[in-house]
């Protein structure tokens, strides 16, 4: 659909689900997971962005999102 811009995703992509037992702890099992559009697991694999831009503690206490801004120019740039 469009251009991935920020850094790359968790490796771990996999999604539990609790089940409680009468002694009241619990055990988890994978429910589902994450693919491609093509089928690919994208577990331990990650999705690496079309343009890389991280966001920093600097960023944070002075209130930017570099991500946001590079994905706006991008949008913008589209628009021309």
């Known amino acids: 659909l ?33 693919y491609t559009m093509d089928g690919q697991d994208l ?3 990650g999705v690496k962005p079309d343009i890389f831009v991280k966001n920093t503690f600097e960023d944070r206490l002075a209130n930017r999102d570099p991500q946001i801004e590079r994905a706006v ?8």
């Not at 790359?8 to 992509?13: D, L």
């Not at 120019?73 to 021309?80: V, Y």
Request: charged share 25%; glycine share 12%; hydrophobic share 35%.
């Open 2 to 34: 469009g251009k991935i811009i920020g850094t790359e995703s968790y490796r771990w992509i996999i999604f539990t689900s609790a089940k409680g037992l009468v002694d009241g702890s619990s055990y988890r099992l994978p429910s589902w997971g994450c």
């Open 43 to 45: 577990e331990k694999e």
């Open 73 to 80: 120019a991008e949008i913008l740039k589209q628009l021309k």
